[in-house]
């Protein structure tokens, strides 16, 4: 039987006898056996509607015959019973069900996506998930429901984005440190004169070089001057491989990769990668602001697979995936997962 890890949470009503009566409707189940029930944690309500009271929740484990389609079917219809009526987007509820984790099965339907997708950053599902279930993996970022709760008690509070030149990452990162009284960490390498795709090898291999030094040393952690403060960066750290696989020789790019191993030894990692899409309407392209563009590149196409395996590689904590929307679609978005990692 799978094991499996469910959130719950509600913030209208008598919250603790409607996720007792869920509890109950769990053990009741001839197809579901509980293992753990967390203690309930109230908890401020992150994004969505202003004005929402505060929530109870709180995690269960559970063995389960059920697929994983079933167990969420089984899960909207004892929210339908409690009571559970879906409308604005993160509004006040009676009862919220979530299958967290189905073991280790990866599910992406367009109802349901196993592990849940904001799961490895909120607080408030880990610190009810590590009570029931602290060594469970998360399978597509590798670490235990512990060791996600241990990166936000333990991590930098910094945010860098990743995406191609043109998918709106400077907007967004000055957006966020503007909004939310953080500092903004701009790409920003001074770079000579480029002759273009006409560049030679050995030019091309000092500006990848230049890349990774510039970039090492705006993120050190020895020179990070409050451990604090929030602070967003409008690139990740680890691009420069993508740009580097993508414009350099198999040779040059294997000189290159020891040198970023070395490097990101001294670096901040970030406490959460948010990734971006184009936005729809806009051709993902070189900015004036995107230093490292996709100029001289043998194609943008190639460049993006690079950089989304970057993104699903594993072991890099926690990721967000906040899509091509329009910019205050993402700015919700993202606003809502660093507070959800406070």
């Known amino acids: 039987m799978p094991r499996s890890l469910i959130a719950l949470g509600a913030n209208l009503g008598d919250r603790e006898q409607t996720l007792r009566r869920a509890i109950a409707r769990l053990k ?11 203690r309930w944690h109230e908890t401020t309500p992150v994004g969505g509607p202003a004005g929402q009271g505060p929530f109870l929740n709180g995690a269960v484990c559970i063995d389960t015959d059920l697929t994983g389609r079933e167990l969420h079917a089984a899960l909207l219809q004892i929210e339908t019973d409690l009571g559970r009526k879906r409308s604005q987007r993160w509004a006040a509820r009676a009862i919220d069900l979530d299958v967290l984790l189905y073991g ?32 469970m993996l998360h399978p597509r970022i590798g670490w235990s429901v512990r060791a996600l709760l241990d990166h936000l ?43 273009g795709p006409a560049e030679s090898p050995s030019h091309v291999y000092a500006r990848q070089i230049q890349f990774l030094r510039h ?17 967003v960066s409008d ?48 051709s993902a392209r070189p900015a004036e602001h995107e230093h490292q563009s996709t100029a ?23 990721v967000l995936y906040a899509g091509g929307g329009d910019a205050q679609a993402r700015f919700d978005e993202v606003s809502a997962a660093i507070a959800a990692m406070q």
Not at 256 to 268: G, N, S
């Open 235 to 282: 690139f990740y750290f680890d691009q420069c491989l993508a740009y580097a696989r993508v414009a350099l020789d198999d040779d040059r790019y294997a000189t290159f990769y020891q040198a970023w191993v070395a490097a990101r030894k001294e670096v901040v990692p970030p406490k959460l990668l948010v990734v971006l899409g184009t936005p729809a309407g806009m």
């Open 28 to 38: 009741a189940h001839r197809q579901i056996a509980i293992v753990a029930c967390s």
């Open 153 to 195: 008690n333990a991590a930098f509070p910094y945010v860098a984005l990743l995406g191609l030149p043109g998918s709106g990452k400077t907007a967004l990162a000055t957006s966020l440190s503007r909004s939310l009284g953080g500092r903004w960490i701009a790409d920003e390498v001074p770079l000579g004169p480029s002759s």
């Open 296 to 318: 001289g590149l043998p194609g943008v196409d190639r460049l993006q697979g690079e950089l989304s395996r970057l993104a699903a590689r594993g072991g890099l904590g926690p």
């Open 104 to 135: 280790d099965e990866l599910i992406d339907t367009p109802t349901l996506c196993v592990p849940h997708p904001r799961m490895a950053f909120r607080r408030f599902v880990l610190e009810s998930a590590v009570e029931v279930a602290p060594d």
């Open 215 to 231: 970039r090492t040393s705006t993120l050190e952690t020895g020179s990070w001057p409050d451990r604090r403060g929030l602070a």
